[in-house]
């Protein structure tokens, strides 16, 4: 029965902050103060570095597929230069523009 109510008022003392006081841990108060905000800011840095390298990572991806959508749009640009697919588009549309007939003149300055 000692043994069990010897462990219960350590159990006890250690809870209620007399532990502390017995040892004479109080004076390292501060550090122990200090060592809990290093720790924290640490946890803290660590979380804000993973949710960041989290976002570039989203980032990425979202710019490799943007990538490649300029690049197909850039591709499709290319292939409208040809006179013949512009028309055809044109006449998709139902567009009432046509090939000049008028060979193009200079405008002259008063």
Do not use: C
Not at 17 to 33: P, V
């Amino acid at each position: 029965m000692g043994l069990r109510r010897n462990i219960i008022d350590k159990i006890t003392s250690f809870f209620s902050g007399s532990f502390i006081l017995k040892r004479r841990l109080d004076r390292f108060l501060w550090f122990f103060i200090y060592i809990f905000i290093l720790l924290v800011l640490f946890i803290s840095w660590n979380l804000y570095i993973e949710s960041r390298l989290v976002k570039i990572e989203k980032n990425s991806a979202i710019i490799k597929d943007l990538e490649i959508n300029h690049q197909q749009r850039s591709l499709e640009l290319v292939a409208l230069d040809y006179k013949p697919e512009v028309e055809k588009m044109l006449q998709n549309f139902g567009s009432k523009l046509q090939d000049p007939t008028d060979p193009p003149i200079r405008v002259k300055g008063e």
